[in-house]
């Protein structure tokens, strides 16, 4: 599978495998790069413990540390700031060298102008006016979370353009095409464009699949009673989802078959979650319906940044740290402005972020139930460094959590062994102008083989960007949203080999895939991709997604749900957040979990 190379020799290359970041802030810090893996691997093989005698004591003592500066990292700060007594002091311990976990974006430079796209966490909900997360993001300066998009320009015809990579709004208006390759028995391959307003008639099938699958895109079930959606998490309907797959799910609501769903849903459906639905739970699909965003009918819908959620983890950071970033605390102010670095780590002040520290080590002073501190160990700069604190939020993902925390009973980590991560890779592919597209009739498409699984154009949020208008002529970044799924093997050896896949690829053979695909797809509407191409940015994420299997929320044979275990109350002075304790990767779950642990630390930790 890896071509005769193991990860290890291909690692040792930086540009085989971290390849070109883009320009501006985000340049050095595409998705994990090979600094970051590396760090990472050391925590997994134990590279430092037990701790060495050399290490640096800081003299530093938090009344809380913060393991992780993502969303949920940046938003445990956030709660702690605002509610632990006057004059507390905090730090975050980020691995990265820029804050926001996945939600970074990339930046290029094409013909002049410059162009931004999400790395990883992508689009944001319209609450409820008066709910809890519409006051957060009004308290750190959203305050209109309805944005303004670009408008149609130029002398061609309008199409219909989403505002998010995972809209498909070609699909409903006859701009959507579907590719079929040699997968098909295609050579050369094949468009269907419009394959809704067309039956499928056309695609490459037999007529009993054709059937199926149109019934699952004009969403028309053949179940016998309606289904009806969970109302609360936890209720009759999302238990009974959580002890089947997705998988069973969509065959016994659609009426589809086990290999109609693997050929032409997997990936896709369930890529909320990392995987196809064959190895998810059922309830995965829903899980962020429990969040409860304002109707579409009520003006709600889904919204997304130039950079996705970067700039929520902009705003973040300038209300915690005001001069972090020079300007107003607004949309505009952090999207325009830079951040100052050197304000993030001052001597003396009550609140740090330390980029580029990786913690190694996370342990209490003696016995968990009695200790009055906790020491964490990080690694910087190729040294190690120790700290104290009253208090630790583990705000990462549960794989290095439960490495880090060395005194982690067995009961919490048996509910560890219970996550299941994967892999994604998200490659932003510049293109000079989309024209190709346009001229084929499409805004967006979907293939079944080769790499990745669909892109589509989109107009683009008014905030930090420099163009107003969109037209064919425009350049544009076109997202390839790249998931890892092998259908039939547990959810737990599909992450393994996912991964073993994405970082034994280099760069060059990625990018490689990349211009051929697009070549042999759009080449006959005059594509060229030496020509069109303008750069590739490859962010690999090698645990992005937790994938939870059947039982995983609820638990299965009368045992609690594994998240549970490590949710309701702290284990001495360390709690647990991060989204994947929701079991659904969706930023506002990272700020919610944030928020139950840092109440859990001032309420039975801290005096």
């Known amino acids: 599978m890896l071509g005769g190379m193991t990860p290890a020799e291909l690692l040792a290359g930086r540009d085989e495998f971290t390849g070109y970041g883009g320009i501006g802030e985000y340049s050095t810090s595409n998705g994990n790069t090979?600094?970051?893996?590396?760090?990472g691997h050391t925590i997994r093989e134990g590279v430092y413990e037990?701790?060495?005698?050399?290490?640096?004591?800081?003299?530093?003592?938090?009344?809380?540390?913060?393991?992780?500066?993502?969303?949920?990292g940046l938003a445990a700060a956030l709660f702690f700031q605002r509610q632990a007594a006057p004059g507390m002091k905090w730090l975050i311990l980020e691995n990265h060298p820029i804050f926001g976990g996945e939600a970074k974006q990339n930046e290029f430079l094409v013909d002049g102008k410059r162009l931004i796209a999400h790395q990883g966490s992508a689009i944001y909900q319209i609450p409820y006016p008066q709910s809890f997360l519409a006051g957060f993001y009004d308290s750190i300066g959203l305050k209109t979370p309805k944005l303004t998009y670009q408008r149609w320009a130029g002398p061609q015809p309008e199409f219909p353009l989403s505002k998010t990579p995972y809209e498909a709004v070609g699909l409903q208006h006859g701009q959507y095409g579907f590719w079929f390759g040699g997968k098909?028995?295609?050579?050369?391959?094949?468009?269907?464009?419009?394959?809704i307003g067309k039956n499928l008639e056309g695609a490459p099938v037999s007529k009993e699949t054709r059937l199926e699958w149109l019934r699952w895109l004009k969403g028309e079930p053949v179940e016998k009673t309606k289904f009806e959606h969970p109302k609360v998490d936890g209720d009759s309907i999302s238990r009974?989802?959580?002890?089947?797959?997705?998988?069973?799910?969509?065959?016994?609501?659609?009426?589809?078959?086990?290999?109609?769903?693997?050929t032409f849903l997997s990936p896709v459906e369930g890529g909320g979650s990392g995987l196809g639905p064959d190895a998810l739970s059922a309830y995965s699909d829903y899980a962020f319906e429990m969040l409860h965003p304002l109707p579409e009918e009520d003006g709600g819908s889904d919204q997304m940044f130039p950079g996705g959620n970067t700039t929520i983890a902009r705003l973040m950071l300038k209300s915690l740290i005001t001069g972090a970033i020079d300007g107003p605390d607004s949309v505009q102010g952090v999207s325009g402005n830079k951040v100052n670095f050197s304000a993030l780590d001052v001597p003396g002040t009550t609140a740090k972020i330390r980029l580029s520290s990786t913690a190694v080590h996370v342990q209490h002073d003696g016995d968990p139930g009695k200790a009055n501190s906790v020491n964490i160990a990080y690694l910087k700069g190729g040294a190690l460094y120790r700290v104290k604190a009253r208090s630790v939020v583990m705000a990462g993902g549960g794989w290095t959590t439960k490495h880090i925390v060395k005194d982690l009973p067995e009961t919490h980590r048996n509910a560890y062994a219970e996550f299941h991560r994967s892999p994604c890779m998200m490659a932003n592919v510049a293109v000079r102008n989309w024209r190709f597209l346009y001229k084929m009739g499409m805004t967006g498409c979907r293939w079944f083989e080769s790499i990745g699984n669909y892109m589509e154009v989109r107009k683009l949020a008014l905030t930090g960007v420099n163009d107003s208008t969109i037209e064919p002529e425009s350049p544009i970044v076109l997202?390839?949203?790249?998931?890892?799924?092998?259908?039939?093997?547990s959810t737990e050896a599909q992450g393994n080999q996912g991964r073993a896949e994405m970082i034994g690829t280099s760069f060059r053979d990625y990018e490689r895939q990349i211009r051929e695909q697009f070549t042999e797809m759009f080449a006959s509407a005059g594509f060229n991709a030496q020509r069109d191409i303008a750069g590739i940015i490859l962010n690999r994420w090698g645990h992005a997604y937790l994938s939870p299997q059947p039982g995983f929320f609820f638990g299965r044979s009368g045992q609690p749900a594994a998240r549970e275990v490590l949710r309701k109350s702290p284990f001495g002075r360390i709690a647990f957040a991060n989204t994947d304790l929701a079991g659904a990767m969706d930023h506002r779950y990272s700020i919610l979990e944030a928020q139950r642990a840092v109440g859990q630390l001032l309420d039975h930790v801290l005096d």
């Not at 090979?34 to 760090?39: R, T």
């Not at 640096?56 to 969303?71: A, L, P, Q, R, W």
């Not at 089947?244 to 109609?260: A, D, K, N, P, V």
Request: aromatic share 10%.
């Open 184 to 195: 098909f028995g295609q050579k050369p391959g094949m468009w269907l464009i419009d394959p």
């Open 240 to 262: 009974y989802l959580d002890s089947i797959t997705l998988e069973q799910h969509y065959m016994e609501r659609f009426g589809l078959s086990r290999e109609t769903v693997r």
């Open 50 to 72: 037990p701790l060495p005698k050399d290490i640096v004591d800081t003299g530093e003592n938090f009344d809380c540390v913060i393991i992780g500066g993502g969303i949920s």
């Open 34 to 39: 090979l600094d970051v893996l590396e760090a």
């Open 479 to 489: 997202s390839l949203k790249i998931l890892y799924s092998y259908p039939g093997l």
